[in-house]
């Protein structure tokens, strides 16, 4: 009776062993350190470079610029707590008024506003800038979107305020 006991409790750690992953398969799937890196990550577009995932997301920003660096190719936006540095690329899009410019029309006290990349080495990329005030298409756009969110909202309150809650009594 006893070495049936300890057959079957021998079979069961056995079959833990065998059936648990090895922490060496999941070292081998990590992902390639930065510094093992070359010039090929400089080249590929900050969405390639991102976290394991392979997304990243633009993050909008607007403001005033209140510094331009020309030699660096950056602005530096004023906040209320911190500024930004933006860098800007050979990638990123430059308007004014929804027309193409160029780094020399990144002027010092204009309105900007556009989105970023964040870079895994913590310097901010430029994807889109655009110079001065909003534009009447741009106006007309973010009057319609409001429009419609304003609908959507409209849509679902009176079918949500319509059902009656219903709790349970104890």
């Known amino acids: 009776m006893k070495q049936n006991n300890f057959v079957i409790i021998a079979a069961f750690f056995a079959t833990v062993v065998i059936c648990s992953p090895f922490p060496t398969e999941a070292a081998g799937k990590k ?8 010039s090929t990550d400089a080249d590929a577009s900050p969405a ?4 394991p995932g392979g997304k990243i997301r633009a993050t909008p920003f607007k403001g005033i610029i209140a510094a331009v660096d ?3 190719k950056t602005f530096t936006i004023a906040g209320k707590e911190t500024s930004h540095s933006l860098k800007i690329t050979d990638k990123t899009i430059i308007t004014r008024g929804g027309q193409p410019a160029t780094m020399k029309d990144v002027v010092s006290n204009e ?7 964040k870079m895994p080495d913590g310097s901010i990329e430029a994807k889109i800038v655009k110079l001065g005030p909003l534009t009447e298409a741009e ?6 979107r409001r429009v419609k969110r304003e609908e959507k909202r409209a849509s679902i309150s009176p079918t949500a305020s319509a059902t009656p809650s219903v709790s349970p009594s104890t």
Do not use: F, I, Q, T
Not at 31 to 38: H, L, M, N, V
Not at 139 to 144: F, G, H, L, R, T
């Open 48 to 51: 390639a470079a991102a976290a």
């Open 31 to 38: 992902p390639s350190s930065p510094d093992a890196s070359s």
């Open 139 to 144: 106006k007309a756009e973010k009057e319609a």
């Open 111 to 117: 309105e900007v506003r556009g989105s970023y990349y």
């Open 70 to 72: 020309d030699k660096a």
